[in-house]
């Protein structure tokens, strides 16, 4: 039965794949906003972007709505991967094909990401890693085949959030590596009001997570798919 409903969701029409997109990406902001709106740190710190890396809202031992958060990521997670392999269809082949590997490897890692929060490092590091190492490379990948020619029904304006992401998420990766090994658990007193490193990585993912809402909604309004 499985064999058989996978081509009929892989079939999806443009709005049905662009309402996926859009509901995945609201899962994954409501289950980030809800845990950090009840988030007590180890001094008893409130939650905040500017200060406190994005898995630490998942840390189960110390985030009360961690798994709130760890379940959006993996509801989430699912509803892109597989927004990115009914797009992927839709694309010209090579395109498809670089789509359909990078979605594999980000959205398995991602994915990873909330079955294995911050209480399993340092698993949890590795997944992690991985996915912001290749995530930017889906968002990427689109906008370098909107550039290779003409591609009525997908605007040009799609390469601004596209291209956009990629050197928030460079710089995270680098700012990361330079930083390492980096301890989470710091108290408040021993945070910087603003630490460069996990505002750059919030900075990628909500850079890549307004690509995806913008395609899904240029998507939403198709009833047709438009030629590769």
């Known amino acids: 039965m499985v064999a058989r409903l996978v081509p009929r969701f892989l079939e999806a029409g443009p709005r049905e794949a662009g309402l996926l997109g859009l509901g995945s990406t609201a899962i994954i902001l409501a289950g980030a906003s809800v845990a ?6 180890s001094a008893g710190e409130p939650y905040s972007p500017l200060n406190h890396f994005i898995s630490e809202l998942g840390e189960l031992s110390q985030s009360r709505l961690g ?10 997670g699912l509803g892109l991967g597989s927004f990115l392999a009914i797009l992927a269809r839709h694309l010209t082949e090579g395109a498809g094909r670089a789509i359909r590997a990078a979605a594999v490897v980000a959205a398995t890692s991602g994915i990873l990401t909330g079955l294995l ?8 590091e590795v997944v992690s890693g991985v996915f912001f190492v290749s995530a930017w490379s889906v968002a990427a990948v689109f906008s370098a085949w909107l550039l290779a020619g003409r591609r009525p029904g997908f605007p040009r304006w799609l390469l601004v959030p596209g291209l956009g992401c990629v050197p928030f998420f460079a710089g995270f990766v680098l700012a990361y590596a330079a ?9 408040a007193a021993d945070r910087p009001d603003v630490w460069a490193v996990p505002l750059l990585e919030w900075a990628a993912l909500l850079s890549l997570l307004s690509w995806f809402a913008a ?7 198709r009833r047709i798919w438009p030629a590769a």
């Open 36 to 41: 950090g709106l009840v988030y007590s740190g």
């Open 67 to 76: 798994a709130v958060y760890d379940s959006g990521i993996v509801v989430g």
């Open 117 to 124: 929060p911050m209480d399993f490092n340092p698993v949890h």
């Open 179 to 187: 930083s390492a090994p980096i301890d989470h658990r710091a108290v």
């Open 215 to 221: 395609l899904s909604l240029v998507l939403v309004r």
